[in-house]
């Protein structure tokens, strides 16, 4: 009686669950159709299916429109800001962490502060700063920058990783006589292994996305990242709508295959450090 | 006690911590842990910033200061045209844009927490469906939806006409009147999953035994969401609110893309990342630098200062609850 009573509540509830499916995935689904059809198809039907698919518009984007200058910029600088920042934020959040030393509170309360900063309003006073150092227009300058705005995260999350592993394990080792660096290099690093992935998986995105520094601090189209150069593209390709669908598409694709990839890393690492 | 003065140095110190005391380690070591992130961050990110406050109180011809201003650059930007007019706006509409965010982000994120809760099967892929759009790059969002709501060859106004809507079929971002409300909505569209994802998770850390007392009680279903779950939510309904706020006030690349940096059609969708883009690089003029500073330091002053009084209030709610 009582299901009787619900099936068209039911009905209802399944008609708005997946038909907010197809309002969340439609429009990517559609970038994905037009990015493999003729911008005179585009134009003549909105809405159809590709009569004939064609990577032609991949092509053109990533050769001529110097897609891959830009995915190859993003890459590096990206992967270079997070190892980089990665590697400090590991090495600073140990003794945080683990040591007794003067100043230690207030250190860790610094870099703390920096997850309650907006960084980019600091803009102005980088600019000047990259400008008096001869960082403009270089990959390298963005790189640090970077690095830079993920330390107080990553300082965050790893000192809390260390701070959960028994005080024994550095102890031992201790009276073992190793040496500081050995016990941080060969015991406690390989330990926060998890964190380490997770953190670095949290720095990226972002990052790859950072679309206001690259705008203001770089100057040239072979120094562009993704985002810069899609502003370009967008501004110059104006009427080529499969061309546009295309560089969209290439803009967004790594990070779904990232994503697709590194789920399972992502959950072991969140639940390795609540495990504890 | 006779073999202490024949350990090594570590040892002695390993010996002198003892159990259940943190090791202290000599400076050396401890530079070369702290140094060379202390050094990055302070050099661009916490110099910068400072430096930005600095900057806001001096008078600028270019980038030479020219003298101390006190608060002229704060003065200038409430009180000088066009600064008085576009910040008041611009600030409106971000407003605004939180205010619809929220409103409509924090209702469907719930509403499908809450429907999803005991869906069965489909409930992993719908769940990834609705935060699939997260994933996505703002600007990226942005140039899409641009492309979707073109009046003359987008596939909103196509779908419309296609279904005998015609009338509908508006040019969404060229009206000063509709602008606004569709950067919303897409705003809204690409974050639902997160409010939803937090509600869930919140959901499923209520014991069932609240709602089974509830029922036990006689209550209904909408007074047992009322006056169970919901004041249970307040801890995932305070994060959504305090992230969006922060998230809305600093947005930039979804408005960019959608309207340019000026905010079109006629400013009706200008919000204060894009002024404080243009103040500082576009049109700021020889007082660029002062101006834009002064207008960096405001909006951290209203950011931090509204977030912090909603974490306490939040917080606050939480305990009542306790």
Not at chain 1, 82 to 106: H, I, M
Not at chain 2, 12 to 22: H, P
Not at chain 2, 253 to 262: C, D, I, N, Q
Request: proline fraction near 6%.
């Amino acid at each position: 009686m009582r299901a009787g009573r619900r099936a068209p509540g039911r009905v209802a509830v399944h008609l708005l669950l997946w038909g907010y499916a197809v309002v969340a995935l439609l429009p990517l689904v559609i970038m994905v159709l037009n990015s493999l059809r003729p911008t005179g198809e585009i134009f003549t039907a909105p809405l159809g299916l590709p009569a004939s698919p064609t990577l032609h518009s991949y092509r053109q984007v990533w050769t001529e429109a110097s897609f891959s200058t830009y995915f190859l910029n993003s890459l590096t600088v990206t992967c270079g800001a997070v190892l980089l920042g990665t590697v400090v934020s590991a090495l600073a959040a140990y003794p945080l962490a683990r040591y007794d030393f003067f100043g230690n509170r207030v250190l860790g309360a610094y870099f703390l502060a920096g997850l309650m900063l907006p960084i980019r309003l600091g803009l102005v006073p980088i600019f000047y700063l990259m400008d008096s150092m001869g960082l403009i227009d270089s990959l390298l300058g963005l790189t640090l920058l970077y690095a830079a705005s993920g330390v107080p995260f990553c300082v965050f999350v790893l000192s809390a990783f260390y701070r959960s592993l028994p005080g024994e394990l550095d102890e031992a080792a201790r009276i073992d006589g190793a040496g500081e660096f050995r016990i941080f290099g060969r015991i406690m690093l390989p330990l926060v292994r998890p964190a380490l992935a997770s953190v670095m998986l949290f720095q990226f995105v972002p990052l790859w996305h950072e679309f206001l520094y690259p705008l203001v601090l770089l100057r040239s189209d072979e120094k562009f990242t993704i985002p810069r150069g899609l502003s370009q593209f967008f501004g110059e390709y104006t009427t080529d709508w499969s061309a546009l669908f295309a560089g969209l598409v290439l803009a967004t694709a790594p990070l779904f295959v990232l994503f697709v990839l590194a789920t399972k890393q992502i959950i072991a690492g969140l639940t390795a450090g609540m495990s504890k | 006690m006779v073999q202490a003065r024949e350990l090594s140095a570590p040892r002695r110190r390993a010996a002198r911590t003892g159990a259940g005391r943190r090791y202290v380690p000599r400076w050396r070591v401890l530079a070369v842990f702290l140094l060379p992130a202390l050094l990055l961050y302070s050099v661009f990110i916490v110099y910068p910033l400072v430096s930005a406050l600095d900057y806001s109180f001096f008078e600028w011809r270019g980038i030479r200061q020219v003298g101390f201003a006190g608060f002229d650059n704060y003065r200038d930007l409430l009180g000088i045209y066009p600064y008085d007019e576009q910040l008041w706006r611009a600030f409106a509409h971000n407003a605004l844009f939180f205010a619809g965010t929220m409103l409509i982000q924090t209702t469907v994120g719930l509403l499908f927490a809450l429907l999803l809760f005991r869906y069965g099967r489909g409930k992993r892929f719908l769940q990834g469906a609705f935060t699939t759009p997260y994933l996505v790059d703002p600007l990226v969002v942005g140039y899409l939806w641009s492309l979707l709501l073109n009046p003359m060859f987008g596939p909103v106004n196509a779908l419309l006409e296609a279904v005998g809507l015609d009338s509908w079929a508006l040019p969404w971002l060229g009206d000063t009147r509709t602008a606004l409300p569709i950067v919303v909505l897409v705003n809204a569209w690409q974050w639902v999953g997160f409010p939803m994802l937090l509600f869930s998770a919140a959901l499923a850390g209520i014991p069932a035994e609240y709602h089974e007392a509830a029922r036990v009680d006689g209550a209904s279903a909408w007074q047992a969401f009322r006056r169970v779950t919901l004041p249970l939510l307040t801890p995932a309904i305070g994060v959504v609110s305090v992230l969006t706020f922060i998230g809305n006030f600093n947005a930039f690349g979804l408005v960019y893309a959608m309207s340019g940096s000026t905010g079109s059609p006629a400013g009706s969708t200008d919000v204060l990342g894009l002024l404080f883009y243009r103040v500082a690089f576009v049109e700021g003029g020889v007082e660029a630098i002062g101006r834009s500073s002064a207008l960096a330091v405001l909006m951290f002053v209203f950011i931090f200062g509204v977030s912090m009084l909603a974490t306490s209030y939040f917080r606050r709610r939480e305990r009542k609850l306790v």
